[in-house]
């Protein structure tokens, strides 16, 4: 697959490589907190792990109290997202006067704004990976004199986790069999959520998996997704 050639927006801009950015966001911006609403905030299977994690709970538990999933016709997996409170103004569950309370575990769209990132695999199979800033008129985080280029604010918000994980999924999502058609059962959509939206329990099915680190696993369970749905006697 190429780099998609995509129309964007006036407000988002391609970054070139090396390109640096002004930008920081803290406590003492104006507008603190105020984009921690009204968002669709899409999960990824490790950032439903690394969230029940630092909220001490079990991504099984995350889903049931904090996920809302969705199923749509057109969809070929299902979506999950993180729900917002019904509380007129659709915060965040996890949004407080004083920050994030989840920050150690926050997801992956919440530190990588300002920014954004696209995701494809060249035609060898590798991920490869393009990034745009999102200057939204609201953020009073553009005026904070702080430069960085895109290798800073990975490192800075340890995203490079989050990355691998997500792109883990590519051959999975983007297998040659769903792009000619094929479209999984609605029981295969359940095992794809119960597999790697619930990683404790699929580390729990095999002895070999407990001591593997969680990117680890997570890759074994894309491949034995991929097995169960691709092989000769699958149904797809
Ligand atoms: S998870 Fe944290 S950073 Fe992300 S929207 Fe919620 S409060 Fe804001
Ligand atoms: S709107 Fe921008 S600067 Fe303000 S809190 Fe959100 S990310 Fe930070």
């Not at 996920?67 to 007129?88: K, S, T």
């Not at 150690?104 to 990034?131: E, H, M, S």
């Not at 340890?158 to 769903?178: S, T």
Request: aromatic share 10%; hydrophobic share 35%.
């Amino acid at each position: 697959m190429n780099k998609p050639d995509l129309q964007l927006p006036e407000h988002i801009h391609p970054l070139a490589d090396n390109e640096l950015f002004t930008f920081a966001c803290h406590s003492a911006v104006p507008c603190f907190t105020e984009c921690c609403r009204d968002l669709e905030l899409a999960l990824s299977p490790y950032d439903v792990l690394r969230l029940g994690r630092e909220l001490d709970i079990t991504s099984q538990e995350f889903l049931d109290r904090y996920a809302i999933i969705e199923r749509e016709e057109d969809d070929v997996f299902p979506r999950v997202y993180l729900g917002m409170v019904d509380d007129g103004q659709a915060n965040c569950p996890f949004v407080t006067s004083k920050g994030c309370q989840v920050y150690g575990g926050r997801p992956a769209p919440c530190r990588t704004y300002p920014l954004g990132r696209g995701a494809w695999q060249d035609k060898t199979g590798c991920p490869q990976a393009f990034y745009v800033v999102q200057r939204e008129t609201h953020c009073r985080g553009f005026a904070e004199p702080i430069e960085q280029g895109v290798d800073q604010w990975i490192a800075a918000q340890e995203l490079a986790d989050y990355y691998q994980a997500n792109d883990m999924l590519m051959p999975l999502q983007h297998h040659q069999k769903l792009k000619q058609g094929c479209k999984p059962t609605a029981e295969q959509q359940d095992l794809y959520l119960a597999t790697l939206y619930n990683l404790e329990n699929f580390r729990n099915t095999d002895r070999n998996f407990q001591e593997l680190t969680d990117l680890a696993l997570l890759h074994c369970a894309v491949d034995w997704l991929i097995q169960q749905f691709f092989d000769e006697r699958g149904t797809l």
